[in-house]
DNA sequence: AATGAATGAGTCTTCATTCAT
DNA sequence: TATGAATGAAGACTCATTCAT
């Protein structure tokens, strides 16, 4: 039963990603979130203790989807140059996506700043993500293909912002053609500043 | 009268400032906005169509006032480095001020996926912001201390990305001492890019 | 629960015809009906979408009662003149009814003015009652009661006239012992208009 | 000064007209008011004590109009059935006059259920209005056109019950060109009823 | 486990009325 | 006299949460 219990816990969360994605974190209803699943309003409440649990829930599965997403990407090439690009591809998926994870994760990011609980799950995602670079910056200085005399956390830092501000930017002009673009500025941005 | 007039509104305009400022975009009331100005909840509908109208205006002075203090402060100075150190500083001016600014600035940021008047003013913002990208840059180029290459608008878009992503992190991390460390790898990481 | 649905609305409609026949039609507030109802706020705002929502079901519930409770009426008799009388008796049912039902009738004739929905609810109770009156005058016509050139609808109208005229009259003029006095002009009037 | 603030009060009086002819009575605002007439809305309070004031003092001055114009009318004339269709010519002026009109005088007769003051109003207006009937059935009896078995009040309130019932029932069905089809019933059924 | 009816606190908005100028 | 800025009470409506079934 504990079994049916993590899907239904799934279905509401994956309804709650798409509720959020579509209306936006303020306007998002619990009534929104139960017509995304398929469920009664009740249901919700069967399985989250609140509304505020749910999005709490949802900041932090999304983020770690990202994160995992990302990890899978770098893990399926082996030298840094390739990890880096494999790692902002991930980042820029595609137009759809972006828009859909984004603009989530974008909603969160705003919350975090009066919450604390968005604030502790939003660091552990920073924390992941330049864990990342860490260990993309390291393998490059062991590869000879980056600088020497590059801190891999300071510069892990840079690149997230980096990738950061290019999405956010992207987001907000809302021209679907430029995301190659920023994809590209970005990428190559990040390479010159590490070679 | 007239001017009577604009001091209310004014008046306002700060106390909504003030009040998304601690309490959060979608978090704040009218009542919470009358309160900061010290005034009745009518007087805030007596100056303000509806409580939209007081948000976007919100926005359109905070990302003018932002932009404005920027120009001032590179108006201070006459070669390219100087003037993109005043630019990063601006930005940066002080964890107080930039927990204020930012706060606000990032609570319009995700809203403006959702809303096309917010997405219009946030585009001029970003226009403006490139603006002085591009500036710096074709001084730099002419004054021969960046790089010949690159392409003002690409490089200002980038600029921004780098100061945004920089901002926003350094806000949700969440530590005051870290300010002048984003500050300072906002500042080197844009120069080395287009040195 | 189907049906503990319909009773529900019955029950809050049944509320808001109260609430409204004590207040007046712009004097009434949803508390009040949910007063009248006995249960909460939020219960009114469950089965019906908005206040507009409930006062137009309220307007075609009470037309269509008093049609209906007319209809019955005139149904147990089988003479012209019977008939006429009963429908007479059944407008002026008593000092209590007709003061209830008619103070909810004339809020929304008043309405109507300036509402399109209300206009066509009430057309159709209009229709409705000539109908009635046609039927009277020509079944009267047939009997050889009523004269031959009277035109069934053109009277019918005026039958309406005077039957609503009296009763407003009265209504208006608040005299609860000449309830029989305008509910014997009225049929003799009608009485001597068809002879 | 006392013949300005005399014109001052009739410029309000009649900007609350034309309010509460387009707007309606529950619908109609201060403010409106005051557009109306093309003053502030402190003038409006200053020369009336409250809005109940003013709408009081519109249904005294638009029934006395009402009823100065059929004195008028019907004077022009000298036996009654002349001064009969005078009488329903002057209710049935035109078609715009009596939408202004009948839709201001129809909103407070529904007021007028609830409202002492109003009720007084109104009843003042019935009885001018039953004189008006009681003259012309008398002076019918003494030229012998009518009846002489009519009870002279009795029927002037049948009368006056047909004018509002068609009217009413006219108004509400809002189609313009059968304005002279209600005059004519109106007129007609009168007529046979005191012959 | 699931439903959805019921609650009522909270919010925006309107507007009569007051009052300083 | 006249203005219109300011007030705050009141009302429609939303929605998270509770709970009986």
Redesign the interface.
Known sequence: MKKKEEERKKQIMNAAFHAVSN?????VTLQDIANHANVSKGVVHYYFTSKQNILLELLESTTSKIYRFEIQEIGKYHSAIEKLQAYVNAVFVSPQDNKKFY?VY??F??????NEDY?RI??KF?ENCWGIGQEIIELGKGEGVFREDIDPL?YA??I???????L??W????IEEQHTF?KD??FN?IL??LK
């Open positions: 209306l936006g974190y303020d306007k603009r974008l909603d990011l705003a919350q975090a700043n009066g604030k939003n660091l920073y300071t830092k840079v997230r912002a980096i990738i950061d501000g290019s956010i930017q987001l907000t002009c809302d920023y500025i970005c941005s010159k500043l």
